[in-house]
């Protein structure tokens, strides 16, 4: 679950490191021998939320030494095998799990087909496509549809909008507190602002000027806005040592530019905020 705002973060950071120290040695443990046991051969792997994890590494004093994997979901092609797969399951007729875009869904939506359609309007969380496929079979299904059209996808989107924006309002647990009332401040305007642009839109839901920039950078870190690093090339990262990167490259594009840093409000959330995509 998320944390808790109020709750003592660092103390809590400190017991889960803890924790990861004494997971490290539960196999070592294991894997000892004497006369009265045999060794065993044991894994153990400890699974924390990203936000967690950054707030664990912050209190670590050799973070360097904590051994972890990253799970991400950046290959399109791996969160269309999760939905396949899962569709290949419960249906047995089906031998190649690809036939169910030809055979349940339209052939376009908005010139994309309907597998590129669903990745490129979802945040990168394989429970994300999930939602949103079954939103739109719902609708379509509702509807008397015998195929999921291109409106049952729109319909569905607007739902899975919602979603996703409740779930990084969920997920603010270590961040700022009017988080809700700054969101829908972007209610209705263009997908690409200026940082003069976002910096208004904070003022008049009385952000203090000091404290805008670090709004901003929370926002990013939620991965609802992201920096634009190239022409037209917007990167979503909560990673802080990605996003740091990020902000380099923004940093130097602005200046070649003789401007200000450019942000895009990710497209999950336009649907349900009606973002203008110009």
Same mark, same amino acid.
């Given at each position: ?6 709750? #003592?973060?660092?103390?809590? !950071? ?7 120290s004494a =997971? ?8 000892? #021998?004497?006369? %009265?046991?045999?060794?065993?051969k ?36 791996? @969160? @269309? ?5 899962? *569709? ?6 089906? %031998?190649?799990? !690809?036939?169910?875009?030809?055979? &349940? ?19 990168p969380?394989?429970? #994300?496509? @999930? ?28 739902? &899975? ?9 969920v ?5 700022? !507190? !009017? ?6 401040? *972007?209610v209705?305007?263009?997908a ?6 976002v ?11 000091e404290?805008? =920039? +670090?709004?901003i ?8 806005l992201?920096?634009?690093? +190239?022409?037209?090339?917007?990167r ?11 902000l ?9 530019r003789? +401007? +200000?840093v450019? &942000? ?8 349900f905020?009606?973002?203008a995509?110009?």
């Amino acid at each position: 679950k998320a944390w808790d705002k109020e709750r #003592d973060i660092v103390s809590l !950071s400190e017991f889960f490191l803890g924790l990861l120290s004494a =997971a490290a040695r539960v196999p070592m443990d294991f894997r000892r #021998d004497d006369s %009265r046991r045999d060794p065993v051969k044991v894994t153990l792997a400890v699974f924390l939320r990203s936000d967690i994890f950054h707030k664990v590494m912050d209190v670590a004093r050799e973070p360097d030494k904590i051994r972890f994997s990253r799970i991400a979901w950046d290959d399109k092609q791996l @969160l @269309l095998r999760v939905l396949e797969e899962r *569709f290949a399951a419960s249906h047995e007729v089906i %031998r190649n799990p !690809s036939e169910m875009w030809g055979k &349940y869904f339209c052939p376009k939506i908005k010139t994309l087909l309907p597998q590129d359609y669903f990745t490129k309007q979802v945040l990168p969380r394989p429970r #994300d496509i @999930l939602i949103f496929v079954n939103a739109a079979v719902t609708v379509a299904v509702n509807r008397g549809h015998g195929i999921v059209e291109e409106n049952d996808i729109l319909e569905a989107e607007k739902q &899975y909008s919602q979603y996703a924006l409740e779930s990084i309002l969920v997920e603010n647990g270590v961040g700022v !507190s !009017s988080l809700e009332s700054i969101i829908y401040e *972007f209610v209705g305007c263009k997908a690409r602002l200026s940082s003069d642009e976002v910096s208004e839109r904070l003022t008049k839901v009385q952000v203090p000027t000091e404290k805008i =920039a +670090g709004v901003i950078d929370h926002l990013c870190s939620l991965t609802f806005l992201g920096v634009e690093v +190239g022409p037209e090339d917007f990167r979503f990262s909560e990673d802080p040592q990605e996003y740091r990167k990020n902000l380099v490259l923004a940093r130097k594009l602005a200046e070649e530019r003789f +401007g +200000g840093v450019r &942000y895009m409000i990710n497209r999950p959330f336009w649907a349900f905020l009606e973002v203008a995509e110009g």
